[in-house]
């Protein structure tokens, strides 16, 4: 890949394979929540204000937007 961050992910990925341990890796969407500020992030904070401002909410592609947001609760929750 020309991304040093996917080449990392693939680095890491192999090295945790090669490892002999026990392992499960999770490859989610877009993961939305609460930042280590307590603060919700950048994206969440402009949808809540879409949301609070405007009478209807647009739908991105006409709704055929293949991203799968997932909130951090529920991603943790999954994986207890």
């Given at each position: 890949?020309?991304?040093?961050?996917?080449?990392?992910?693939f680095q890491a990925e192999e090295l945790i394979g090669n490892s002999g341990i026990n392992?499960?890796?999770?490859?989610?969407?877009?993961?939305?929540?609460?930042?280590?500020?307590?603060?919700?992030?950048?994206?969440?904070?402009?949808?809540?204000?879409?949301?609070?401002?405007?009478?209807?909410?647009?739908?991105?592609?006409?709704?055929?937007?293949?991203?799968?947001?997932?909130?951090?609760?529920?991603?943790?929750?999954?994986?207890?």
């Open positions: 890949s020309n991304s040093a961050y996917l080449r990392s992910k392992y499960v890796i999770v490859r989610t969407g877009l993961v939305l929540g609460k930042g280590l500020s307590g603060r919700n992030s950048k994206l969440v904070q402009r949808y809540q204000k879409l949301v609070a401002e405007k009478a209807f909410i647009p739908l991105i592609n006409k709704g055929q937007t293949k991203i799968q947001p997932i909130y951090l609760g529920d991603l943790t929750k999954a994986l207890e």
